[in-house]
């Protein structure tokens, strides 16, 4: 089928078709639902060649992955960001362009792909507090959107992000109104913007119930199984154990409930374990009830929601860049009980 007979069958001008394929704003949503429809009904792709043509642009979108020794992008969560991101590009005829780089070649990367005209645009994935990244690419005149938000940062600049202060300040909050006061937290790296946050949210839930946080009891690291495992194994061989665990990960929510295993303790009854877990497709928390009491939210459509600014803003030069912020909810499983020895 070709963007002809497609209009033909829609009723509607070649013109009309080929700009609601584009994303182009001066289509009514109406109309761009109709033909996107009508387009994955037929099983019609735009020819990329002949849309590189038309529009001048490369009608692709750049994914520029930090690699490191401190931090992997690659992992579950980046998995269904990029899911939900492709469904989007996929629609509007654009190709995704993956760039795996050392952290220290950032830089000379996004300056390749701005010069070459590779890309239409670019999404930046885990902002750090001050993050220079935004700078560089708002002066190279380079489209972005970020996945997250960066502390520090004056310039305005268009973002998808999770409240996660707000988040882990509920979390902390649901388990001290359980009874528990010594509450551990197995975060991410805290030079990573989205760790800064969640650890902001649980100490101004515990000020605020007159508890110093105490740095003891406060981890920070790659969010793995393991991480969850050898905090857990450290903290509760102490004489003053935590009651309960607020984890940044379940993956690392799967380390302490290991760690409970082995000590012969349980889940939910001598220990409490308190999860963010992203809502993620392919790595659930549980199945019809939830393992673990969460914080939830959707990875997958952060990802889609960066993809659709993004190609937005690429439709429309100069408009001003939107700032998107997701709430999580909260979801109780059988992880959490009250304290053991606290007041009914």
């Not at 989205?194 to 650890?199: C, G, I, N, V, Y």
């Not at 902001?200 to 981890?219: C, M, Q, T």
Request: charged share 20%.
């Amino acid at each position: 089928m070709t963007l002809k007979d497609l209009a033909q069958l829609l009723g509607l001008s070649p013109t009309t078709v080929s700009r609601a394929l584009n994303g182009f704003p001066e289509v009514a949503e109406a109309t761009r639902r109709r033909v996107e429809a009508a387009a994955a009904a037929q099983g019609y792709r735009p020819n990329s060649q002949a849309r590189r043509l038309a529009t001048g642009r490369a009608m692709a979108i750049g994914h520029v992955i930090p690699l490191s020794t401190q931090h992997e992008m690659v992992n579950p969560v980046f998995a269904d960001f990029i899911a939900g991101a492709s469904a989007v590009y996929a629609r509007a005829g654009y190709d995704m362009v993956l760039i795996a780089v050392a952290d220290a070649d950032q830089t000379r990367a996004y300056r390749a792909l701005r010069a070459q005209g590779n890309v239409d645009g670019v999404i930046v994935h885990g902002p750090r507090a001050g993050d220079p990244r935004i700078a560089l690419l708002t002066d190279l005149g380079l489209p972005f959107v970020v996945h997250g938000r960066a502390s520090g940062v004056d310039l305005p600049y268009a973002h998808v992000d999770v409240n996660s202060a707000r988040a882990f300040e509920r979390a902390t909050r649901f388990l001290l109104d359980l009874g528990h006061r010594r509450i551990a937290l197995v975060n991410g790296l805290e030079e990573m913007d989205f760790a800064l946050r969640r650890r902001r949210g649980y100490e101004r839930a515990l000020v605020e119930r007159a508890i110093v946080p105490d740095p003891r009891l406060l981890i920070s690291g790659e969010m793995t199984e393991a991480q969850g495992y050898d905090a857990a194994r450290r903290l509760l061989a102490r004489a003053d154990p935590p009651s309960a665990f607020l984890t940044s990960s379940l993956l690392s929510a799967m380390g302490v409930r290991r760690a409970l295993w082995d000590l012969g303790l349980e889940m939910g009854r001598d220990v409490s374990i308190l999860t963010h877990d992203d809502e993620l497709g392919y790595f659930r928390n549980g199945a019809e009830e939830p393992i673990f009491t969460a914080t939830r939210a959707s990875v997958r459509i952060a990802g889609r929601r960066c993809a659709e600014l993004l190609l937005a803003q690429i439709a429309t030069p100069g408009a001003p860049p939107v700032a998107e912020l997701i709430e999580a909810v909260l979801v109780v499983g059988a992880s959490t009980g009250p304290a053991p020895g606290a007041p009914p």
